[in-house]
């Protein structure tokens, strides 16, 4: 197995960020899971998110083979991420962080990757004294099984179903020891 290394997301990886969004970003009627209808950020707007967080993350093997993006709630305020969730977001008065996007290449999947990035984010969280996690994984027309079990896995809980444009999303939460 290719050795990787999980890192913190700098600026010179947002064209590979944007290369795996690009690839993996899916419409309605697809049979495989990814960014659901996702509006892409250009490689601008994935600069700022970046100096936004400090929860951004990518598997590093020769190259970023899979990357975890996560967001404190100023990212949201100051409007480096926006949109329906992020919105639902905003109206919960807690100082969460929120992972939105999650991607490892196909061919490394399944070895433990996405476990490790989720890992290493949630432990920054909780060193960051950052009391809630909040995750959204799409629900309908593509149920993205192996993100919900993932969730579920470290420990996440459905609190509401988030509806819009013909797409729902479920909103999973984690209080942070
Ligand atoms: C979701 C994703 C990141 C998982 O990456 P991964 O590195 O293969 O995941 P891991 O090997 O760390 O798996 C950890 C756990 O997640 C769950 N899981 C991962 N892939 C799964 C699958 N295909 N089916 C069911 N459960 C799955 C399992 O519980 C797994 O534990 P196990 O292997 O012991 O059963 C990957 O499938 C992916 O990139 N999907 C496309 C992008 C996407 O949908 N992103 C979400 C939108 S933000």
Request: aromatic letters at 10%; hydrophobic letters at 40%.
């Amino acid at each position: 197995m290719e050795e990787y290394a999980i890192l913190k997301a700098e600026i010179r990886d947002v064209p590979r960020i944007l290369e795996l969004t690009r690839a993996h970003t899916i419409t309605r009627d697809s049979p495989v899971p990814g960014f659901l209808e996702f509006p892409i950020p250009d490689n601008a707007a994935y600069r700022a998110r970046l100096e936004s967080s400090n929860f951004c993350y990518v598997a590093t093997a020769k190259k970023p083979i899979g990357f975890f993006l996560a967001y404190p709630r100023i990212s949201l305020e100051q409007g480096f991420v926006s949109g329906p969730i992020a919105n639902r977001l905003l109206q919960l008065d807690e100082n969460f962080i929120y992972l939105e996007q999650i991607i490892v290449e196909n061919t490394h999947r399944r070895r433990g990757i996405a476990r490790a990035l989720f890992d290493r984010c949630l432990r920054d969280a909780e060193e960051a004294r950052h009391p809630l996690a909040y995750g959204a994984t799409s629900h309908q027309p593509v149920r993205n099984v192996p993100l919900i079990n993932l969730h579920h896995e470290f420990g996440f809980r459905l609190k509401e179903e988030i509806a819009f444009d013909g797409l729902s999303f479920g909103l999973y939460s984690k209080h942070l020891p």
